[in-house]
């Protein structure tokens, strides 16, 4: 995740979507070309036209070298099956697309997204067991790592699941403010310090006025 000095992710209007430097587009797509899949949110895809790729060619070929598929498979958390039939994702079909939807989501929506070649895996509650879904995605697409791009309020899903093993946030020198500004984890939040999720700082390194930051998650213990 990209990250402002204030800790917002976009604007309070969410025009802007990108403001990191090349040198942050290329670690998305460093880190893209070590995962053999890609989770975002249904409102990321949308608004920011992500297909998913690999990065271009530099990046294939580290992909091959590391023994994975020439694309990652694509997954999309969209609880609601919401995500838009005209979202940029549906025009590329490098590879598959999952769509993880909740157990309330309406039949015409799966159909649609069914019909636009998503894999739609429905949960059997209302909620998305990301848990599950992460192993059905080890056992029918050989995913082992996996890598999650935002936004906010998917991220605090993944967090409160204890499903987080690495943070990559690169702080970038900007202030965007706003109350209604998304943030690296959005949702329902941890109500008690103590439940709180716990990292260790990993490593920090500087390029120009970023601070590209790697956390490793703590877990708790005993
Ligand atoms: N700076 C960065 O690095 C960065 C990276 C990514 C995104 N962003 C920004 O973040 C904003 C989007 O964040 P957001 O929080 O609004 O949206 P989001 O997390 O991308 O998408 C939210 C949607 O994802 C689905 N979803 C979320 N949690 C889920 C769960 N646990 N199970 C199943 N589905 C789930 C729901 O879809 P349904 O509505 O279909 O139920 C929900 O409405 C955009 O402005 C984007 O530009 C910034």
Not at 51 to 77: C, D, K, Q, S
């Amino acid at each position: 995740m990209a990250m402002t000095a204030d800790g917002k992710i976009a604007t309070a209007n969410r025009a802007v979507t990108t403001f990191g430097s090349a040198r942050d587009a290329r670690h998305l797509y460093e880190l893209r070309a070590t995962a053999d899949a890609i989770l975002c949110g249904a409102r990321t895809v949308e608004e920011t036209g992500a297909t998913l790729g690999n990065g271009g060619e530099i990046h294939r070929r580290a992909r091959l070298r590391r023994g994975l598929a020439e694309y990652p498979v694509r997954v999309i958390a969209s609880e609601s099956a919401s995500i838009s039939s005209s979202a940029a994702i549906w025009q590329k079909s490098f590879s598959p697309v999952v769509v993880l939807a909740g157990g309330t989501a309406s039949k015409r929506n799966v159909s649609r997204l069914t019909k636009l070649g998503a894999h739609v895996w429905v949960a059997a509650g209302a909620e998305v067991d990301l848990a599950l879904m992460l192993g059905r995605l080890r056992s029918e697409f050989g995913v082992r790592r996996l890598l999650c791009e935002g936004g906010g309020g998917l991220n605090d899903a993944l967090f409160r699941a204890g499903l987080v093993d690495e943070l990559h946030l690169t702080l970038c020198p900007r202030i965007f403010g706003g109350r209604q500004s998304p943030t690296i984890a959005d949702g329902l939040g941890f109500p008690r310090l103590a439940d709180a999720a716990l990292f260790e700082l990993k490593s920090a390194k500087r390029h120009g006025d970023e601070l590209f930051l790697v956390y490793r998650a703590v877990r708790p213990t005993g």
